[in-house]
């Protein structure tokens, strides 16, 4: 027997052995072949500025450095110096109240419209797709519309007015700028929850409820017991998501109050926002960009906790 014969099989085709070698090869290659645009994707646009962000962050980055190339390394003075400031630690309870509060009432409101909408009455077919609307809207024109509906002598005004209910400029007294923008990040936000959260209740076995209610057990029973537990996984991406989006939030305030009236509504990325963009330190821009990223990565580090040991006890 030849040796040609010994490596291609007895009828001229190649041996099992190396064609299972070019199968794996072939696929290795199909593999890489999606990977690859997703993985410079990632590179790019995520791992490029974010490595960009931590290295402005610890260097007096300015409008100069663009001309000179020249970025002075200062470590970690940046964040010294924005820590030293006291609006720093308002605008950290700022960011925080109106991302946990928010949130919350994103995910109370959300489920009780997807509860709704999961229902049949006139108008349940195309009611859900209308609330998306507002989602749709970029954040600054639901701003625009919002400063106007909100203004001393807007619309709002006018049916409070009417109503015999006091009134006064929503935006520009200190006491209610805050909730206000809270109300107005929670009405951009609602539909996108209502939506996601009516689509995870689709999934919820419609025997297990009608068996439930056999037994006797009621509406909020049957909440607890069969329909949150099987929609958690979808609620528990929502929070994550909403609260990452939310404490980055930037130009819903910068529209609405501009960080005001006496910084009773100003946030971290508005403050990264003045520093970057306004007054071109963009090494202090980055230090709240960090700070923003920092808080960003304990909230993810607390879903993954909670995550895995719900998991485990499963």
Do not use: C
């Not at 696929?27 to 290295?55: K, M």
């Not at 701003?143 to 509906?149: D, E, M, P």
Request: aromatic share 10%; hydrophobic share 55%.
């Amino acid at each position: 027997m030849t040796a040609h014969t010994i490596s291609t099989g007895r009828s001229g085709a190649p041996a099992p052995g190396r064609f299972r070698r070019s199968l794996a090869a072939r696929r290795r290659g199909e593999l890489w072949g999606f990977l690859t645009p997703a993985l410079v994707f990632f590179v790019v646009f995520f791992l490029f500025p974010l490595g960009y962000g931590v290295y402005m962050s610890t260097t007096n980055f300015t409008t100069g450095t663009f001309i000179t190339g020249r970025a002075p390394f200062v470590g970690t003075a940046n964040f010294e110096a924005v820590l030293a400031e006291p609006i720093t630690f308002r605008a950290l309870a700022n960011t925080l109240t109106i991302t946990l509060v928010s949130v919350a009432v994103e995910l109370v409101l959300g489920l009780l419209l997807a509860l709704l909408f999961a229902r049949t009455f006139p108008g349940s077919r195309w009611l859900p797709t209308l609330i998306l609307l507002p989602w749709l809207l970029p954040a600054v024109v639901v701003a625009t519309v919002w400063k106007s509906l909100l203004a001393g002598d807007g619309p709002i005004n006018d049916v409070l007015g009417a109503l015999g209910l006091p009134v006064q400029a929503w935006l520009a007294n200190p006491a209610t700028a805050l909730p206000s923008v809270i109300v107005v990040a929670v009405w951009a936000s609602l539909p996108y929850w209502a939506t996601i959260l009516g689509a995870a209740l689709k999934q919820v076995p419609a025997e297990q409820l009608e068996a439930a209610q056999l037994d006797g057990a009621g509406a909020w029973r049957r909440l607890i017991a069969i329909v949150l537990p099987t929609i958690w996984p979808v609620v528990s991406v929502l929070v994550v998501m909403s609260v990452v989006y939310t404490l980055l939030i930037v130009d819903l305030v910068l529209v609405l109050t501009a960080g005001g009236p006496a910084n009773s509504t100003v946030t971290l990325g508005l403050l990264s926002y003045r520093q970057a963009f306004q007054q071109f330190q963009f090494g202090l821009g980055g230090a709240y960009g960090m700070l923003l990223l920092g808080i960003s990565v304990v909230f993810a580090i607390v879903y993954t906790v909670m995550s895995m040991r719900r998991e485990r006890e499963e």
